[in-house]
């Protein structure tokens, strides 16, 4: 009974960010457990390795070019693979950048801007564009990939504007599951510890920094893609049929001291 939840067949997946690291992670766990996945990616040639990468372990998955920072083009994309797969039951909105380690006060509009545009509102154009069709075939699940940054407010390096992004991404989580709960829509949010990806590459070559990341989590490590993309399955799948609105924390207990 308990391992059927978990189970993904004759389900279609859009994982955002796909192509690498903890998105890529999910779309192998995602087809693993049966479904058929999605790889969107605004660089179509960091989709295409993942799909390789993929596709060497025995899974087909599909790629989609797509920026998420572009309504339109998020919209006609969302359109265009229900009118061609019939649905998509599972969206997981892990596109994110950080460009950390600037102070608040020397950061430029363009700065605040980019990353607001793809963290936040990316992960809200999506919900829109996808949602939408979901609460049409009142059935589907949505996880966005928020952070222990949308919690608490990391150190040594500066980074109020990530740091308010995915405090966005937590609370439009609860707000949009609050929303579309009744319509049988579930949404909600893994928040990772610094992960074992390019995107926290930059602290290996600061002794400093790193060790003060790892001196500050209980487990004293960093967590590594496949520990973020087994939450996600687990909240993508009929496993977590009572959970919407909840921020799974992901973090080694580094929210803990």
């Known amino acids: 009974m308990y391992l059927k939840k978990f189970k993904l067949k004759r389900r279609n997946a859009l994982v955002t960010g796909g192509g690498r690291g903890i998105g890529l992670a999910c779309a192998e766990a995602l087809?693993?457990?049966?479904a058929h996945v999605i790889i969107a990616d605004a660089d179509i040639g960091v989709a295409e390795q993942g799909r390789d990468i993929l596709r060497g372990k025995g899974y087909a998955p599909d790629i989609v070019h797509?920026?998420?920072?572009?309504?339109?083009?998020?919209?006609?994309?969302?359109?265009?693979?229900v009118a061609k797969l019939g649905h998509i039951?599972?969206?997981?909105n892990n596109a994110g950048i950080?460009?950390?380690?600037?102070?608040?006060?020397t950061v430029t509009d363009e700065h605040w801007l980019n990353v607001l545009d793809v963290n936040l509102n990316g992960t809200f154009w999506c919900c829109r564009?996808?949602?939408?069709?979901?609460?049409?075939?009142?059935?589907?699940?949505?996880?966005?990939?928020?952070?222990?940054?949308?919690?608490?407010?990391?150190?040594?390096?500066e980074q109020s504007f990530y740091n308010a992004s995915k405090a966005g991404v937590h609370h439009l989580t609860r707000s949009l599951a609050a929303e579309w709960a009744r319509r049988k829509v579930r949404v909600n949010a893994?928040?990772?510890?610094?992960?074992?990806t390019p995107l926290t590459a930059f602290a290996k070559s600061n002794k400093k920094m790193y060790k003060t990341w790892i001196d500050s989590t209980p487990m004293a490590r960093l967590g590594e893609p496949h520990e973020i993309a087994s939450a996600v399955l687990f909240l993508a799948s009929d496993a977590a049929s009572l959970m919407t609105g909840s921020i799974m924390l992901v973090d080694g207990g580094y929210t803990c001291w």
Do not use: C, W
């Not at 797509?66 to 693979?81: C, N, R, W």
């Not at 564009?129 to 040594?156: E, Q």
């Open 31 to 34: 087809s693993e457990a049966g």
């Open 66 to 81: 797509m920026d998420v920072t572009k309504p339109t083009q998020v919209t006609e994309i969302a359109d265009s693979l």
């Open 89 to 92: 039951d599972i969206l997981v």
């Open 98 to 105: 950080a460009r950390s380690e600037t102070p608040a006060e």
């Open 129 to 157: 564009a996808f949602g939408t069709h979901m609460l049409k075939a009142k059935r589907g699940s949505i996880v966005n990939i928020g952070s222990m940054s949308g919690y608490i407010v990391n150190k040594p390096q």
């Open 190 to 196: 893994v928040a990772p510890t610094y992960i074992n």
